[in-house]
């Protein structure tokens, strides 16, 4: 009985390790990206950010240009992963998650962080 009993822990250990070596594999795929984060946005973001993340009224896209890096992260991740998760912005967000997903489709993913890093990097303005 006991011995059934370690067995079966055994296994099971094996299988949660063996499905996170599954899940690592998937997420290292992900990581790699069609286009370089200069190109996406400039192809996906820009004609609402604006060129140098001045932002455009027309489109009702903020200025990006005067956000710190956490903030610029925050507001990517957020919207990447399609949640307002209580942020105050609300149905607004609904937006660019709507967006978010026709970029994902077109293969425009990117990485949220280096997405901010080159946003601040490039057009911060402080
Ligand atoms: C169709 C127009 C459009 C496109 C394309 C677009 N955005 Fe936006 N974005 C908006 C609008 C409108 C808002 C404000 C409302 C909202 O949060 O949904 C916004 C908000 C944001 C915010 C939050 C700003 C804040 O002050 O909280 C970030 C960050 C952002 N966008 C980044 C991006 C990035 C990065 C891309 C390209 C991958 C992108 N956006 C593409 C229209 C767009």
């Known amino acids: 009985m006991k011995k059934s009993l370690s067995l079966l822990l055994g296994a099971s250990l094996l299988f949660i390790m063996t499905g996170c070596d599954k899940k690592e ?59 307002s998760g209580g942020h105050s912005s609300g149905t607004e967000h609904e937006v660019m998650e709507h967006n978010m997903k026709k970029i994902i489709e077109k293969g425009m993913d990117y990485d949220t962080d280096a997405m901010a890093q080159y946003i601040h990097d490039n057009f911060n303005k402080k």
């Open 25 to 83: 594999e998937t997420q290292e795929s992900k990581m790699t990206y069609k286009l370089s984060t200069a190109e996406v946005y400039e192809q996906m973001c820009a004609k609402c950010h604006g060129k140098n993340a001045e932002g455009n009224t027309e489109k009702k896209g903020p200025a990006l240009n005067d956000q710190t890096i956490q903030e610029l992260r925050l507001g990517i991740t957020d919207i990447k992963m399609g949640g």
